[in-house]
């Protein structure tokens, strides 16, 4: 029997009309390409992946209590697809789990790790326009899905979708840039980044705390935690870089120390400079019973 969680469309891409005025952002064709010509090489860093799913797994973990949740929803396959930062297998929730993504192409990479374990479903759309029924799911993870979109606007509308698809009770776990992070960039260098064909993909707007902890309290959320993830600076690929040319100079002896140093950093969570220095925000947010 089909998994009811599962809609038809699990193999339908979503046309470009249907995801407004600003598709450009994240049209499939975009990241089917992005799925065809990733070069995993580039982007493989033992250190940093076992950093983030640490981190990752320790921060839904928390605020889940580290139950299992019966079904879940996650916004975006793309490191169970091409790198080792995933953290779904570190959380078993691999069952209980619907994986989704705008590009076949990420999907069908999903399906073909080993590593990552067979989830309960993977459905192609897009998360502004989700296809499943209102209340179907008892948790959404979100982790740097959101930031990809090229409006507040649409950032807004993928959280009303995700409250929407929620369970009275279900908890939506999102991450999103920190753009108060101090390093963050100014969004002139990213589209000049983007445009010299620097960036790997594209790179899209994000939300201030203070207006990513107002859209979910105006959807009727009760927010359960805010705090700052993953403590390194900007850009992501002078830190890949440097942990690559340690691993390389150290022949393995350096592997143990540049570990600690990024869990020393991580300590800056439980600071006051958590906003200046983490490079995400990271929020829980349960939604409510209707009235």
Request: proline share 5%.
């Amino acid at each position: 029997m089909r998994d009811p969680a599962v809609p038809e469309e699990e193999k339908r891409q979503v046309p470009r009309s249907a995801v407004g005025a600003n598709a450009e952002a994240q049209p499939a064709s975009h990241w089917n390409n992005v799925a065809r010509t990733w070069s995993a090489g580039d982007y493989q860093n033992p250190i940093l992946a076992a950093h983030k799913r640490r981190v990752y797994t320790d921060l839904v973990a928390g605020w889940t209590g580290g139950r299992v949740p019966a079904l879940a929803l996650k916004t975006d396959l793309f490191a169970e697809a091409f790198n080792d930062e995933e953290f779904v297998s570190s959380l078993g929730w691999q069952q209980s789990l619907v994986g989704m993504d705008i590009s076949t192409g990420v999907l069908d990479a999903a399906r073909r790790r080993a590593s990552v374990g067979g989830l309960r479903g993977y459905v192609a759309c897009d998360v502004r326009r989700l296809p499943f029924a209102a209340e179907t799911f008892d948790a959404v993870i979100s982790d740097s899905t959101l930031d990809h979109l090229s409006s507040e606007a649409e950032i807004v509308t993928a959280l009303g979708e995700a409250e929407r698809v929620l369970k009275a009770g279900g908890m939506l776990i999102v991450t999103l840039d920190n753009p108060s992070n101090m390093t963050y960039p100014p969004r002139w260098l990213v589209r000049l980044w983007m445009r010299l064909g620097l960036a790997p993909y594209y790179i899209g707007v994000t939300l201030s705390r203070r207006r990513l902890l107002a859209a979910l309290r105006a959807l009727g959320m009760e927010i359960r935690g805010c705090t700052a993830i993953l403590h390194y600076p900007h850009p992501d690929s002078l830190v890949r870089a440097m942990e690559r040319a340690a691993r390389r100079a150290g022949r393995g002896r350096l592997d143990g120390p540049v570990a600690r140093l990024f869990a020393r950093f991580e300590r800056l969570e439980h600071s006051r400079l958590r906003y200046l220095s983490g490079r995400y925000l990271a929020v829980a947010a349960v939604k409510g019973v209707r009235r």
